[in-house]
């Protein structure tokens, strides 16, 4: 379970503020995303970066920002323009993506954010 | 994009049955098909994968089956025990990203 971490494990908000969520990796994993997973719902992309100072969007990236100054952090932001913001939030990592390596994807343990 | 399609949403089996649970995709290009058993309140773990080249993988009571024409692939869970129980993620990868595509999940519940 270790070498992946996410921080804070709960995190609570007014309306109207953006927050930024924790992601650091000991891995020496050059990829990174942000997930997103509501009730009974699987695994939404937000962001992902395969490597530092790039990122893409992912498929709901609308009110969310990002940042990849470290091979080991990415953190995501979460806007006051994101609509639904409460939900917890999964952070991975995994290999780049280099000929018949492992794509496998390293989970932290979450942060579930509500936003009142 | 990728469509990912997971069969059942819920499905509820005894102890020492067998379990299948089916992950439709729509792009004819992905090339790698993992499955992710994710428990409550605990993050997504990956328990097997496979590769375009390969039609079926098998570890112990689990195993993956492909079928590229059809695009669709299978986990297969036998002599189920109650530590099975959990929501299972297909997640087929496209193209050169390294990025996913999860489905929708599916509950597993073993009942003694």
């Known amino acids: 379970d270790g070498g992946i971490t996410q921080s804070p494990k709960y995190l609570f908000r007014k309306e109207g503020q953006n927050v930024t969520l924790s992601c650091e990796q000991n891995?020496?994993?050059?990829?990174m995303y942000w997930y997103r997973q509501d009730p009974g719902q699987g695994l939404r992309l937000i962001y992902y970066s395969q490597i530092v100072n790039d990122f893409q969007k992912g498929d709901i990236a609308e009110g969310y920002s990002v940042s990849r100054e470290k091979k080991e952090s990415f953190p995501l932001t979460v806007t006051s323009a994101q609509k639904n913001p409460t939900a917890f939030y999964l952070c991975?990592?995994?290999?780049?993506?280099?000929?018949?390596?492992?794509?496998?994807?390293?989970f932290g343990p979450g942060t579930r954010l509500t936003v009142t | 994009g990728e469509n990912v399609e997971q069969h059942p949403s819920t499905l509820s089996v005894q102890e020492g049955d067998s379990a299948v649970i089916k992950c439709t995709y729509s792009d004819s290009a992905s090339n790698y098909f993992p499955w992710y058993k994710q428990e409550l309140g605990k993050r997504p773990q990956l328990i097997i994968d496979i590769r375009s080249n390969v039609g079926e993988k098998k570890d112990q009571r689990i195993a993956v089956t492909l079928n590229k024409t059809a695009k669709h692939f299978s986990l297969h869970i036998t002599e189920t025990q109650p530590e099975d129980s959990a929501v299972y993620f297909c997640a087929p990868k496209t193209g050169t990203a390294s990025k996913l595509t999860f489905g929708t999940g599916t509950r597993l519940q073993v009942t003694l």
């Open positions: 891995l020496n994993h050059d990829a």
């Open positions: 991975a990592s995994s290999k780049s993506n280099s000929g018949g390596n492992s794509y496998e994807q390293y």
